[in-house]
């Protein structure tokens, strides 16, 4: 398990891609993706599930620091956004290669990796 993990570690050259990556739908505040109006229209009937209401306002639902519309595959190692046709404005406004992706990999690849380990963990104790 451990070179499995050793070799998912953040390549220095280079940017993932998205599906391989995931690391910008964590966070530990729930406050984090705004789900405006459109956003809300697009997602439709599975709004209720994927988001929660705070403080008046609409956000995605996060759960365990990370997005539940996140999908983590402990058996083939792929990460994605199961909503990726119709995520919200504030996802898709987050280019990949970009500062700000970059920014996100650097402080977030590490829960990714983490999350994959309790994942993994999970599936050994059940
Ligand atoms: S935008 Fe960047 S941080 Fe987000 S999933 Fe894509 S490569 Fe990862
Ligand atoms: S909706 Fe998709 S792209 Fe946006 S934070 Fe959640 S999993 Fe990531």
Redesign the pocket.
């Given at each position: 398990m451990t070179d499995r993990y050793e070799r998912r570690a953040l390549p220095v050259i280079g940017?993932?891609?998205?599906?391989d990556?995931?690391?910008?739908?964590f966070n530990a505040h729930p406050a984090y993706i705004r789900i405006f109006e459109r956003d809300a229209e697009l997602i439709g009937a599975q709004l209720e599930s994927y988001s929660v209401m705070l403080d008046g306002k609409r956000y995605m639902r996060f759960e365990n620091g990370r997005c539940v519309a996140l999908r983590l595959d402990s058996a083939t190692g792929s990460?994605g956004?199961s909503i990726y046709a119709i995520r919200p404005d504030v996802c898709r406004s987050?280019?990949?290669?970009?500062g700000?992706?970059?920014s996100?990999?650097e402080m977030?690849?590490s829960r990714r990796e983490a999350a994959f380990v309790a994942l993994t963990a999970s599936s050994a104790d059940a």
């Open positions: 940017v993932p891609e998205c599906t990556c995931g690391s910008c739908c990460v956004c987050l280019e990949r290669g970009s700000e992706c970059r996100q990999l977030k690849w």
